[in-house]
């Protein structure tokens, strides 16, 4: 069954599908045998009503705009692409690369290396994926802004940024979304950056909906992690049972519901409000289908408080660096008199 509710992200748009395909997992190289994967996966995605793909310049980094640029090749009015900047990895050709860099110089070249991957004159939605803490707000979403008024980009976000930090960035140019972790089990966003997005009216991109795996019952035993996922911190082997047991409580409701575990996760955030679009990242059709289908399981209240429970319980800090979540960027310099 195709997705065909749509959610429109801020208050000047884009419109995209209620939920979106997140590409990180597309890292591994861009050959002619992933090309056909993640091709094959985009015209299924497309073809089910999804619009939204996620994806960054460090993904790979570099494979996953590459993949996705040739996957919606001939289709590109059909979809929105979002990309990201702000991780500076060239140390090699560029000895003053910084590991998050927001300098308005950094920003007019990553967009042109972005766009030159994907194969695209434009990207839909370019999030800065953190906040860099030694350049204002304001110079980085002044250089975002010019590339609205170029036809470079069509909107901005901003992903894991401090509440103040975001007011700010809104102050300069409509910020159409954030791009933060949300899920059953993380739901940081909701002690202070949710109700700050929602007063400004920006529209909410819950990242690793499906807490990495954890939320889709796939997960029982510490052979099913695999090695990518094995260092992050919930997986470990001394908080794996307390987490599992918790996870273990979605498969059991999506049971009684007649559902699939990923899809109780994913329409618990759909059920937050119609500002959010999960972007649950898969690389298998069989995932996909089961993601997109999620938009028609309907959860009662009782439902949602029993899973509203469980976030307080999981064990292990996420796997974001703690220094780049909720960043505050410095304030202007006072201009000299
Ligand atoms: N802004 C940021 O800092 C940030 C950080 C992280 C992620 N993201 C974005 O958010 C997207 C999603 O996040 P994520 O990939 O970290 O986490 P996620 O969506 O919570 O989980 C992805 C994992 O779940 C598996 N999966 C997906 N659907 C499934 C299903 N129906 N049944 C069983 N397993 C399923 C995937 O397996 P397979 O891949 O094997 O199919 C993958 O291992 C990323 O692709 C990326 O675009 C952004």
């Known amino acids: 069954m195709p997705v065909t509710q749509r959610r429109v992200l801020g208050t000047d748009g884009p419109e995209v599908s209620a939920i979106g395909l997140g590409f990180m997992s597309f890292n591994r190289s861009s050959d002619d045998a992933e090309q056909r994967v993640a091709s094959e996966l985009v015209a299924e995605a497309i073809d089910s009503g999804v619009t939204l793909f996620d994806t ?3 993904y790979g980094p570099e494979h996953s705009e590459i993949l996705l640029g040739k996957a919606i090749a001939g289709r590109r009015d059909e979809v929105v692409i979002a990309t990201k900047f702000a991780n500076a990895l060239d140390r090699d050709t560029n000895p003053n690369a910084r590991d998050l860099d ?3 110089e950094y920003v007019r070249t990553a967009i042109d290396v972005s766009l030159r991957r994907l194969g695209v004159d434009h990207v839909d939605l370019y999030y800065q994926h953190r906040v860099d803490p030694r350049v204002p707000i304001e110079e980085t979403v002044g250089a975002l802004k ?3 008024e170029a036809g470079k980009i069509g909107h901005i976000g901003l992903s894991e940024p401090g509440p103040d930090t975001l ?3 809104h102050a300069i140019h409509p910020i159409s979304a954030i791009q933060n972790e949300w899920s059953i089990f993380t739901r940081d966003i909701e002690s202070e950056t949710l109700s700050v997005a ?3 009216g920006i529209g909410i991109v819950p990242f690793s909906p499906l807490g990495r795996g954890w939320l889709t019952g796939a997960i029982t035993s510490r052979g099913d992690v695999g090695e990518r ?3 992050h911190p919930r997986f470990a082997d001394d908080v794996f049972d307390t987490n599992q047991a918790l996870a273990a409580e979605v498969t059991s409701l999506a049971g009684d519901l007649g559902v699939r575990p990923g899809q109780v996760a994913l329409a618990w955030l759909l059920s937050q409000g119609s500002d959010v679009v999960p972007i649950p990242g898969t690389r ?4 996909l289908r089961e993601n997109v289908e999620a938009t028609s399981v309907v959860l009662e209240s009782d439902h949602l408080e029993r899973l509203g429970r469980i976030a307080a319980q999981v064990t292990g800090e996420r796997s974001i660096r703690p220094e780049h979540l909720g960043i505050e960027a410095p304030p202007l310099a006072a201009t000299p008199a």
């Open 146 to 148: 010019e590339l609205v």
């Open 167 to 169: 007011r700010r960035a």
């Open 229 to 231: 996922r094995g260092h």
């Open 102 to 104: 927001g300098r308005p």
């Open 284 to 287: 298998t059709l069989k995932y």
């Open 198 to 200: 929602r007063e400004l």
């Open 56 to 58: 960054a310049d460090v």
